[in-house]
């Protein structure tokens, strides 16, 4: 069951995506390494979710998925450690003599046997032209071997278990044998289990190594009970034979390339990546120049979605460093890039990608992917490109060269990997590769109506048929009639655009969609709109939230509440009925703007407010709605129970009027239960700030909800359009304001935020430390402000947001 459904997600077409992903897992890795770099909203790609590469069956005659360690000797042949026999078999029963033990100990480790040096023999059976000389000599010279005590090697002779397991330990620890190998993964695992290994015998203390590491095979570490003697034995002077050989050369090269200091299971050794890719690779020696190209070019014309990154841009990267630099304080990425090396070649060197993926239907079960990218050090990134492939492919691949260009691909015909002078390219098909090079050639690839590569840091574009396809998706789910606005709002949506840019002193987030349908009903609503609260709404805010929009339509979604009933209701229907008023007479009033703001006041409560404006002629719904409030209000403080020491809510709370006609209600702290003597210094700030909730009709036009101290003297305060920060905000973005506009001044945040733990640390363990706050502050309080504005045409939606970073 592919993952995604797991989860309860019923969506075909983006499963079908990831399952195809899920197979072509490099590219997927690769993407998500570059794309980290800048979007700090994409993680790390996680190793659990790759999937396993497809197993392929032997070319020896004799091995197969049932034989034993089957994995192994697959490893082996993948690695042209061995050839097998004449007759196709490899012989896993046969023993190995001790001359070709060590040539295939040398071929795992991959050390250089260049011919012996001496012509003096090496024994007085192994001549120095003898084929195995060369890994004779290097095992004597490395102290691995010594010999019998007649001066004889016997090179020809079947290599016995432990004789093996000395060698092997030895050459693959340095020849040292480590002696901190106490714990054990099996129940014999340990020299001592067996009977026949003598703890005065020479070869105790290799063998209790290699048990106690998990380097040996299973066929003579666990089911070796001997029934006749009640013991276990292991046999150790017994030949070893090449399938055990191949298990134990297997686990000790997974061990030292994992560098741990037992064998696991699934562990694996690591595939050399000049052999991946250049593995007796053709070459036909003809050459070609370079090419230096838009790489949107190889690119599908068709593509449902682009996701592109620019790491070439000097300007842009220049503001990323020193952006970063500022919100560190510190060399962090030199730091980060010291300890990873593919940090180090992502930050310092010039490269862009870019992703895209095409599918024609939402049961599309093959969406064609296609990943390129343009180096500035192609030969480091192709070694960290096939580092990561290595973990998921093996060595059954096909390689050559022509023209110029490197063709590589994987023998489960799901990866197609292509290099053309600096750029790198990789699809999950054939024609695919094929076209993207014919595409770069031509320069006739896909391309953006509006430029959205040009100077940018990442790119994304989503065609118009892929939301038609969620669209669609949509409509087929069993609770689609829930969703019936976004539906139909989907499908009046053509391409979507957007990017991130930087500049000296902050981030640029810009998106662009296309409109096909004006007349739906949401997008109508925003059409040349302005939130007009956002003049009037008064005081110094921390956070500002404003748009002209009808809130009826958000409130006609069915309660979550109801969903159990038969005929669910929704949230209009039930507050409508509350107040005593009709949906329609409602829905009027909400067609408002509205707006809310957050400002800090020193308090552990922050003083929040909302307003509405309304047309004159809702006043009378309105006013039902300020009667409904009080009702509710007072229903509350009068049934609410003990609040400790006999004293209810409605003892510490009084309800006056004011003089411009709003309900005020407001909390004497003083007369709060002596049980919460203990959080005095809370106490202390409530009543330094003061609580007091607002509610009513202001100026005739606008409905107040606030709980904020001394809301009227704050009401007649200077307009947060006259503050200066949000004036610098404000004329960071074009076209400000349009039908939807968020404020939000993250100095003011990080001020609250750190007042409050102030406030509270001493009584809550379960706030952070101080050091953990210190931590917090230091990277978001080096952000200033964020502001973010949408503007509606009949034509498009326009979405500008900027981040700004303190000087």
Request: with cysteine.
């Amino acid at each position: 069951m592919p993952r995604l459904q797991k989860h309860g997600l019923k969506f075909p077409f983006l499963l079908d995506l990831e399952k195809v992903i899920f197979n072509f897992n490099t590219m997927k890795k690769l993407a998500i390494l570059l794309a980290s770099v800048f979007v700090t909203s994409i993680c790390v790609a996680n190793a659990s979710l790759l999937a396993p590469a497809a197993m392929n069956d032997s070319s020896f005659t004799d091995v197969n998925d049932y034989t034993s360690y089957y994995n192994s000797i697959k490893w082996m042949e993948n690695n042209k450690i061995v050839s097998g026999y004449e007759d196709g078999s490899f012989g896993g029963d046969k023993c190995v003599t001790r001359a070709e033990f060590l040539k295939i100990m040398y071929k795992v480790q991959d050390i250089d046997t260049s011919p012996v040096t001496t012509t003096e023999p090496l024994f007085k059976d192994v001549q120095s032209d003898s084929w195995y000389a060369p890994y004779v000599q290097i095992a004597k010279n490395k102290g691995s071997i010594n010999g019998y005590e007649d001066g004889t090697f016997h090179p020809d002779q079947c290599i016995s278990r432990a004789e093996a397991v000395k060698i092997a330990s030895l050459e693959f620890n340095n020849n040292t044998i480590p002696q901190d190998s106490d714990e054990t993964l099996f129940y014999y695992n340990s020299a001592s289990s067996y009977s026949d290994i003598p703890s005065n015998d020479w070869y105790y203390m290799y063998m209790d190594y290699a048990l106690k590491a998990n380097t040996l095979g299973t066929d003579h570490t666990l089911s070796t009970y001997d029934f006749d003697s009640g013991t276990n034995k292991f046999a150790p002077n017994e030949p070893m034979t090449r399938k055990e050989a191949a298990e134990m050369f297997f686990r000790f090269k997974a061990m030292k390339d994992n560098e741990k200091s037992q064998y696991d299971y699934f562990d694996e050794p690591k595939i050399k990546t000049e052999d991946l890719f250049y593995n007796n690779c053709t070459d036909d020696s003809s050459a070609t120049s370079k090419i230096d190209t838009n790489i949107l070019n190889a690119i599908p014309k068709d593509a449902s979605l682009v996701m592109g990154l620019d790491h070439s841009n000097d300007t842009q990267l220049k503001n990323v460093e020193k952006i970063l630099g500022t919100i560190t304080k510190q060399d962090f990425w030199k730091e980060l890039s010291e300890e990873s090396k593919e940090l180090s070649l992502v930050m310092d060197t010039d490269w862009s990608a870019v992703m895209s993926v095409t599918t024609t239907s939402p049961t599309d079960e093959n969406p064609k992917v296609v990943l390129v990218g343009k180096f500035d050090n192609t030969d480091k990134f192709e070694n960290l490109f096939a580092e990561m492939v290595a973990e998921e492919m093996n060595y059954s691949t096909t390689c050559k060269k022509l023209k110029g260009i490197t063709y590589w691909t994987s023998v489960d015909e799901q990866f197609y990997y292509a290099r053309y002078g600096n750029i790198l390219i990789a699809t999950n098909e054939d024609v695919l590769r094929s076209d993207a090079i014919k595409n770069l050639k031509n320069e006739s690839g896909f391309s953006f109506s509006n430029n959205l590569d040009k100077d940018k840091l990442a790119y994304i574009y989503v065609n118009e048929n892929l939301l038609e396809m969620a669209k669609t998706e949509l409509e087929s789910d069993a609770d689609s009639i829930y969703l019936n606005e976004l539906i139909e709002t989907l499908g009046s949506i053509g391409n979507v655009y957007g990017y991130i840019s930087s500049d000296s002193d902050g981030f640029f987030l810009s998106t662009e969609a296309e409109i096909k349908n004006p007349n739906n009903k949401l997008i109508k609503k925003y059409i040349n709109t302005n939130p007009v609260l956002v003049d009037q709404v008064p005081g110094k805010n921390t956070l500002l939230y404003a748009e002209d929009i009808d809130l009826g339509m958000v409130l006609e979604m069915p309660n979550p509440m109801s969903y159990s009933s038969e005929e669910p209701t929704d949230v209009l229907t039930e507050i409508s009925s509350e107040i005593g008023v009709s949906n329609t007479e409602m829905k009027s009033l909400l067609s408002s703007s509205y707006a809310i703001s957050m400002s800090d006041n020193g308090s552990v409560l922050p003083s929040v407010s909302f307003y509405l404006k309304f047309n004159p002629e809702d006043r009378a719904t309105a006013d039902k709605t300020v009667q409904a409030i009080d009702k509710w209000i007072e229903e509350g403080i009068q049934n609410a129970g003990s609040i400790g020491d006999d004293i209810y809510l409605k003892d510490v709370i009084s309800k006056t009027t004011t003089s411009r006609g709003l309900t005020k209600i407001t909390l004497d702290v003083n007369k709060l239960p002596a049980d919460l003597d203990n959080d005095m210094e809370v106490k202390t700030s409530l009543q330094e700030a003061g609580v007091e909730l607002y509610y009513g009709i202001l100026n005739n036009n606008t409905l107040v909800v606030a709980l904020y101290p001394n809301f009227e003297s704050y009401y007649e305060s200077s307009p947060i359009s006259k503050d200066y920060t949000f004036i610098e905000a404000k004329n960071r973005l074009e076209g400000v304001y349009g039908s939807k506009l968020t404020f939000i001044d993250i100095s003011n945040i990080v001020s609250y935020v750190t007042n409050v733990m102030d406030i509270t640390n001493n009584y809550s363990s379960s706030m952070p430390s101080e050091k953990e706050l210190d931590a917090v502050k230091e990277i978001i309080g080096t952000f200033k402000y964020f502001i973010s504005s949408t503007k509606a045409s009949e034509t498009s939606v326009k979405a500008n947001a900027f981040l700004k970073v303190e000087n």
